[in-house]
């Protein structure tokens, strides 16, 4: 497994002006192989097409037979996040895992088993 960074647009603090291409580089040289799964990590929280992210893997792995994605904040959704996330658009063929933070007075264990019941929704 390999956490890749996360893609920078814009250099900060000393970093070279071809931040974002040389991380896409090495994004690219990572997800290539067609042995590895590629993971991503998306939030509810943004517009998922509109992930650069989603864009790269897509080119590399054109069926989505080997994405699997995490999505966060869930607890935050939009009630039709379930349409929006498993669109054609997004082409995620390995399926989903829904992540969600405890709500108010929730407890950490009604927060998992509501994370379940999203997760087995998908």
């Given at each position: 497994?390999?956490?890749?960074?996360?893609?920078?647009?814009?250099?900060?603090?000393?970093?070279?002006?071809?931040?974002?291409?040389?991380?896409?580089?090495?994004?690219?040289?990572?997800?290539?192989?067609?042995?590895?799964?590629?993971?991503?990590?998306?939030?509810?929280?943004?517009?998922?097409?509109?992930?650069?992210?989603?864009?790269?893997?897509?080119?590399?792995?054109?069926?989505?037979?080997?994405?699997?994605?995490?999505?966060?904040?869930?607890?935050?959704?939009?009630?039709?996040?379930?349409?929006?996330?498993?669109?054609d658009d997004v082409n995620i063929g390995l399926g989903y895992i829904c992540v969600r933070n405890h709500i108010k007075d929730e407890s950490?264990?009604?927060?998992?088993?509501?994370?379940?019941?999203?997760?087995?929704?998908?």
């Amino acid at each position: 497994m390999v956490d890749l960074p996360r893609i920078t647009r814009v250099p900060v603090l000393g970093q070279p002006q071809d931040t974002y291409e040389q991380i896409s580089y090495i994004i690219m040289e990572y997800i290539m192989p067609k042995g590895c799964i590629i993971l991503k990590v998306l939030s509810t929280t943004i517009d998922l097409p509109t992930y650069k992210s989603i864009r790269m893997s897509q080119r590399i792995d054109t069926t989505g037979e080997r994405t699997l994605a995490m999505v966060t904040k869930c607890d935050k959704a939009p009630e039709d996040l379930l349409e929006k996330v498993t669109s054609d658009d997004v082409n995620i063929g390995l399926g989903y895992i829904c992540v969600r933070n405890h709500i108010k007075d929730e407890s950490y264990e009604e927060a998992r088993v509501e994370e379940a019941r999203l997760s087995d929704e998908w």
